[in-house]
């Protein structure tokens, strides 16, 4: 009584294990057949297909590897392009922060300037015309 439900169980788990493998794998590295008919096939024939996939279309570790080295497919798939686009936007702020700062100094530096030699100017009274006291 034990063996058989151990044996169910042993059954049950390789079939949801090769049946889930099946359908998280990239359907472009399953060896043999597709991936749709390797589903077909593991449910047909749950132990035997499981036991299929597991040893003939299960992709390779190389295979697997490769996918993983594959460059990204579009720029915002790259993690170095989004850190890079991120740190130039940062460094476009921070110059562009800078040049307001200059330019606000570089008037009020003129402003300072146009009063400054402003009061040179008006130091006569203002009621005496001829610029003399």
Do not use: C
């Amino acid at each position: 009584m034990l063996l058989r439900v151990a044996l169910a169980v042993a059954v049950l788990v390789i079939f949801v294990y090769g049946l889930v493998d099946v359908i998280r794998t990239d359907g472009r590295l399953t060896r043999g057949i597709s991936k749709p008919a390797w589903i077909v096939v593991m449910i047909v024939l749950p132990v035997v297909g499981a036991i299929l996939w597991l040893l003939i279309g299960r992709p390779r570790a190389s295979s697997a590897r490769q996918q993983s080295q594959r460059p990204p497919a579009a720029p915002d798939d790259d993690p170095d392009f989004l850190r890079n686009l991120e740190a130039r936007r940062r460094h476009q702020a921070e110059e562009e922060r800078l040049k307001k700062l200059k330019e606000d100094l570089d008037a009020k530096a003129k402003d300072d300037d146009a009063k400054g030699s402003g009061r040179d100017k008006h130091e006569t009274d203002e009621h005496d015309t001829d610029g003399l006291k």
